[in-house]
């Protein structure tokens, strides 16, 4: 096997690893993978072009990719913490804030489009 094929025969090993531990350990993320399969078929429906279908799918992935990292920082702070820091409790904050606006991001490209 070559190297370039090896290198991303690993890289896609270890991405499908890091999605099915976050499939099971985080139920948010659980919950966002629902609304994605059910909102993803609809962003290809409902969308007129292909920048709209593009737009409406791609926030809604950005949502998992933020959660990802999300649910990573919030691993590594709960793995490197034994007792209450004030920045362990501002990285997780911080880390959930970016979700919840990769989700305003979501109702307002899809009300953008739609109500066009």
Known sequence: MS????RLWCATRYSLRGLGACLRHEEAFRVEVALAALLL?????LGRSGAERAL???VVLLVLVVEL??????????RQGGEP??????????GSAAVFLSMLAVLLVWAAVLLD
């Open 69 to 78: 990292i999300n649910s990573a920082l919030e691993a590594v702070v709960d």
């Open 56 to 58: 409406l799918g791609g």
């Open 85 to 94: 820091s004030e920045l362990a409790a501002r990285a997780k904050d911080q």
């Open 3 to 6: 190297l370039l094929r090896r």
């Open 41 to 45: 078929p609809l962003a290809f429906l």
